[in-house]
């Protein structure tokens, strides 16, 4: 069965840069589209972006000066990172496979 | 890009059917028949329950439906159990190839 599990470093401080890494174990990286989403406290989920099934990548317009998304298909996994962090990037970060599969979740707490 | 429009909670109990609401626009919702909704339960991570508009993942209970009309999608879920109270989330394709949430509902079986 397909899992995802997820890891990255979970405080980090003002401008510094978010990276965290999904690796796909059980199935392909080939033939879903790959996305970060986030959830910060008390909020609502936020879509950050993607790799679509071609390759192509897609980020939300409001992130997008600061978001890099890649893939790794000779280890099976694929990376955010989220340059110039701030207070406001403070969240609960997922990965998933289609929408179906979804990592465990990274705490990720930007504090000076 | 505008979230899109739920309810913040809404109530049924147990045996009766609900209907979550998701508003959006003719740049997403109204212009693709690629909605999503998902269950979340606090300190999990989001399940998928419908895709496109009205289809269940293998799994899924049929007493989660879903359905388009518009620029609105619905979530209906029959039957409700103490289970299926969570927060539940749409999400919608929009014409700049990007994905958008709803604001999320949550659900409060009685």
């Known amino acids: 069965q397909v899992q995802l599990q997820q890891w990255g470093a979970g405080l980090l401080k003002p401008s510094e840069t978010l990276s965290l890494t999904c690796g796909v174990y059980?199935?392909?990286?080939?033939?879903?589209?790959l996305s970060w989403i986030r959830q910060p406290p008390g909020k609502g989920l936020e879509w950050i972006g993607e790799?679509?099934?071609?390759?192509?990548?897609n980020y939300n317009p409001s992130l997008k000066s600061r978001v890099i998304i890649s893939a790794d298909r000779s280890k099976n996994q694929f990376s955010l990172r989220l340059s110039s962090v701030g207070a406001a990037d403070t969240a609960v970060y997922y990965c998933?496979?289609?929408?179906?599969?979804w990592g465990q979740g990274t705490l990720v707490t930007v504090s000076s | 890009q505008s979230a899109l429009t739920q309810p913040a909670s809404v109530s049924g109990s147990p045996g009766q059917s609900i209907i979550i609401s998701c508003t959006g626009t003719?740049?997403?919702?109204?212009?693709?028949?690629?909605v999503s909704w998902y269950q979340h339960h606090p300190g999990t991570a989001p399940k998928l329950m419908i895709y496109?508009?009205?289809t269940r993942p293998s799994g899924v209970s049929n007493r989660f439906s879903g359905s388009k009309s518009g620029n609105t999608a619905s979530l209906t879920i029959s039957g409700l159990q103490a289970e299926d109270e969570a927060d539940y989330y749409c999400?919608?394709?929009?014409?700049?190839?990007?994905?958008?949430f709803g604001g999320g509902t949550k659900l409060t079986v009685l």
């Open positions: 059980g199935g392909s990286l080939s033939g879903y589209s």
């Open positions: 790799i679509t099934q071609s390759g192509s990548t």
């Open positions: 998933s496979r289609g929408g179906l599969w």
């Open positions: 999400i919608s394709y929009t014409t700049i190839s990007t994905w958008v």
């Open positions: 496109d508009v009205s």
């Open positions: 003719l740049s997403d919702v109204g212009g693709y028949n690629y």
